[in-house]
């Protein structure tokens, strides 16, 4: 989702958390789509909001060496 975002001349720190962000928007839109709670997408895509970073955070704390 994100593979093309930043251009070739960034840190390999900005390409580690682009892609745990694109990990976290993928968990996230598998939840979205498997979620039929009743809410309204906008709600749904608010509280994604809200969870994106810290999705992200741990993917890279889990893949740490």
Do not use: C, W
Request: proline letters at 2%; glycine letters at 2%; a negative charge.
């Amino acid at each position: 989702m994100l593979e093309n975002y930043f251009p070739d001349h960034v840190s390999n720190d900005q390409k580690q958390r682009a892609i745990a962000v694109n990990a976290a928007l993928e968990l996230i839109k598998v939840t979205l789509a498997d979620s039929n709670d009743g809410n309204s997408v906008s709600h749904q895509l608010q509280a994604a909001e809200k969870h994106i970073e810290s999705l992200a955070d741990a993917i890279q704390k889990a893949l740490k060496i």
